[in-house]
């Protein structure tokens, strides 16, 4: 089992800054990708970022250039640096990390985390 927990969410006005968490325990091998998504009501997830184990980054068009992925791999744990956010931002934010369990033949996991609330409004 491997559980991922979301922090860094709330409310900020347009323009503002906030910086996203998600931490990964529980039986883990290895993790190779860790992302994150956002989703509004009604509508489908969609990728905001993604980012392999060696660093390697992805991200949607709509937020090059203002947000920033980051990992930490000794601490199991992704970032999302949010920067001059619009009102469109607004969304629940997961995180997912995919990779190998501890216990062989070592299976493969994809996880998602709880989400956290991103509101951007004045």
């Known amino acids: 089992q491997v559980q991922l927990v979301e922090s860094g969410g709330g409310l900020v006005q347009p323009g503002g800054s906030l910086r996203l968490s998600c931490a990964a325990s529980g039986s883990i091998f290895y993790i190779n990708d860790m992302a994150w998504y956002r989703q509004i009501p009604g509508k489908q997830r969609e990728l905001v970022a993604s980012?392999?184990?060696?660093?390697?980054?992805n991200y949607a068009h709509s937020v090059e250039g203002r947000f920033s992925i980051s990992r930490d791999n000794a601490k199991n744990t992704v970032y999302l640096r949010m920067n001059s956010l619009k009102p469109e931002d607004t969304a629940v934010y997961y995180c997912?990390?995919?990779?190998?369990?501890?216990?062989?033949?070592?299976?493969?996991?994809?996880?998602w985390g709880q989400g956290t609330q991103v509101t951007v409004s004045s």
């Open positions: 997912n990390a995919g990779g190998r369990g501890t216990v062989f033949p070592y299976p493969r996991f994809s996880s």
């Open positions: 980012i392999t184990r060696g660093g390697r980054v």
